[in-house]
Each structure stands twice: as structure tokens, then as C-alpha cells.
């Protein structure tokens, strides 16, 4: 009994010396996170200035890593919003004869075999049908944080 009210009273000491340690060293606010601003700032956003060239007019960008989706080279204004009802991105993406083809500039990228029910007959799987959701427009946007990393066996 008297071991343990000696390691409680030793314990707690410790505790509370520690405590008052950490109280002491405040991180200022322009040391917290990416922005070297006050965390009380309400910064205005950066303006984003998306391609505005019709389809098939913009160079495609490359993707981030192996798998990711390929970005939307061309403006969407007039497409959106996306409903299973109205997809206009189908009318021209929809074309599982092209899939596997060299693309030629101003081809439309086709669907890949993934989004289709059945390729042969071009039945598109309409779980994919919000094309959004995955493909973004390409931004003229500078890199927020630098990156180093690199794809094993890449140089």
C-alpha cells in the first residue's frame, strides 16, 4: 500500500512538471502548417484559370502517377452539370472502336474498358456516368507543395 502512494506522489509530480514544460513553449502562428500567415487571416483564394479551347484543341497533360485519370484538356462550361439524363461528355468519348488506338490530335480519348457494361455493343456502365467525379479540367495552377518523389525504376 505504501509502494503504491509513493509511485502515485512520484508519478503525478512528474506529470505535472512535464505539463507546465509544454505550456511554456507556444508555436507561433506563422509557424503552424503551409502559410506563413497568421492563422486569423483570411487570405483571398488564387484565381484558377482553366483551359478555354474547345475539345480537342488543348494538349493533354501528363497524370500524376500510373493510374490516376486523365485530366479534361478542354473547357465544360456548357456540359454541366453531368445527369445520368444529360452527358454530353458520351457523345464524343464513347467510342470503344478507338480504345487501343493511337490517338491523333483532336481525337477524342476514348472510354477505357473499365466504364463499359459490355464493350462490344458500347453500353456504358452508368455507375461512371458523373465523369467529374474522377476527370477534373486541367488548371494553369503553380505546385503548392514540391514534390521529390519518383516512381521506383523511373528516372
Given at each position: 500500500m505504501r509502494k503504491r502512494v509513493v509511485l502515485s506522489l512520484a508519478l503525478?509530480?512528474?506529470?505535472?512538471?512535464?505539463?507546465?514544460?509544454?505550456?511554456?513553449?507556444?508555436?507561433?502562428?506563422?509557424?503552424?502548417?503551409?502559410?506563413?500567415?497568421?492563422?486569423?487571416?483570411?487570405?483571398?483564394?488564387?484565381?484558377?484559370?482553366y483551359n478555354d479551347g474547345d475539345p480537342g484543341s488543348n494538349e493533354l497533360l501528363a497524370t500524376s502517377y500510373h493510374t490516376a485519370p486523365p485530366m479534361i484538356s478542354h473547357h465544360v462550361n456548357d456540359m454541366l452539370p453531368i445527369t445520368r439524363e444529360s452527358n454530353l461528355?458520351?457523345?464524343?468519348?464513347?467510342?470503344?472502336?478507338?480504345?487501343?488506338?493511337?490517338?491523333?490530335?483532336?481525337?477524342?480519348?476514348?472510354?477505357?474498358?473499365?466504364?463499359?457494361?459490355?464493350?462490344?455493343?458500347?453500353q456504358l456502365y452508368m455507375g461512371r456516368y458523373n465523369c467529374v467525379q474522377c476527370h477534373a479540367p486541367q488548371a494553369k495552377v503553380d505546385v503548392l507543395v514540391k514534390s521529390t518523389f519518383k516512381l521506383p525504376g523511373k528516372k
Open positions: 503525478a509530480s512528474i506529470l505535472s512538471v512535464s505539463v507546465s514544460a509544454v505550456d511554456d513553449q507556444a508555436i507561433p502562428d506563422d509557424a503552424l502548417g503551409l502559410s506563413k500567415t497568421s492563422v486569423y487571416d483570411v487570405p483571398d483564394p488564387d484565381l484558377i484559370t461528355c458520351k457523345d464524343c468519348h464513347v467510342q470503344p472502336d478507338l480504345i487501343g488506338t493511337k490517338i491523333e490530335p483532336g481525337m477524342p480519348v476514348p472510354a477505357p474498358r473499365s466504364h463499359y457494361v459490355n464493350v462490344k455493343r458500347g
